[in-house]
């Protein structure tokens, strides 16, 4: 063989180890300017806190729901210290919210209350799954008695429904919270959720809603862009939301 055939040889080899690198750099440097999951969000909040049955449904509902900032699922509203699922003593399963209410009123929150109780509003059931609304201050405390007469008017029925002030809320274990997005083992570990960010993430109270069907797809497609999550979980997300829109959420 010629040296001219191992001048071209080496050539060749140079450029392509050139091309190699460069696009090498070019996505690392792409990957460093994606902001990464939205785990933190500064934005000033007002808290809600409702029982409205089973807490894994109420979790999507309103933690895929525009506004909603983060959510967390618990037990509040009776006596006990430090409840735990089996053995709650007089507490309810209840969900409580950070919302933006610049985004979201606080009558908006309630409408979905109470659209959407698992066990109806009429049925006397066991208090570990009654209708409870828990108010953090005057105002909501007046807008949830004035809804409460409205809506019990307008089913022409009497609401088994209780409104009382907020009261300790105990943290659920670790497996009740951002259930439905439990179920996708491989997403919890992409995003790196702790148990604790599964209870604090503002991605995770939006993909435990998302992955169920909340949501329109539309507004979805642009929230996961916001949200700062890969083309491959973004693609997963809408699969699944397409598979579970206008299903059931309940448990």
């Not at 440097?29 to 449904?57: N, S, Y």
């Not at 509003?121 to 809804?147: F, G, N, P, V, W």
């Not at 169920?212 to 699969?239: A, C, H, M, W």
Request: aromatic letters at 12%; charged letters at 25%.
């Amino acid at each position: 063989m010629s040296l001219r055939y191992f001048d071209l040889k080496s050539v060749l080899f140079v450029f392509f180890l050139w091309v190699y690198c460069r696009q090498y750099y070019r996505v690392n440097d792409q990957l460093r300017d994606m902001p990464g999951p939205l785990h933190e969000v500064e934005i000033p909040f007002r808290k809600a806190t409702f029982g409205m049955g089973c807490f894994w449904a109420c979790d999507a509902l309103f933690g895929g729901t525009p506004g909603v900032l983060r959510t967390r699922v618990g037990y509040s509203g009776g006596s006990k210290e430090n409840p735990e699922y089996r053995n709650l003593g007089d507490h309810t399963e209840v969900i409580e919210i950070d919302f933006d209410p610049k985004t979201i009123t606080y009558e908006e929150l309630l409408k979905l209350f109470w659209d959407n109780h698992e066990y109806g509003l009429t049925t006397i059931i066991k208090r570990q799954y009654m209708s409870l609304i828990l108010y953090h201050d005057d105002d909501q405390k007046r807008i949830a008695e004035i809804s409460l007469k409205k809506e019990s008017h307008k089913r022409n029925e009497k609401l088994t429904t209780v409104i009382e002030a907020a009261q300790t809320f105990y943290d659920a274990e670790d497996y009740h919270q951002k259930y439905r997005l439990q179920q996708h083992r491989w997403l919890v570990e992409a995003l790196e959720l702790t148990p604790e960010l599964l209870k604090k993430s503002h991605v995770a109270a939006k993909l435990n809603g998302y992955l169920s069907g909340v949501g329109t797809p539309e507004f979805i497609e642009g929230d996961l862009i916001r949200l700062g999550l890969s083309k491959n979980i973004s693609d997963y997300i809408i699969q699944q939301h397409s598979g579970n829109l206008g299903g059931n959420l309940y448990c």
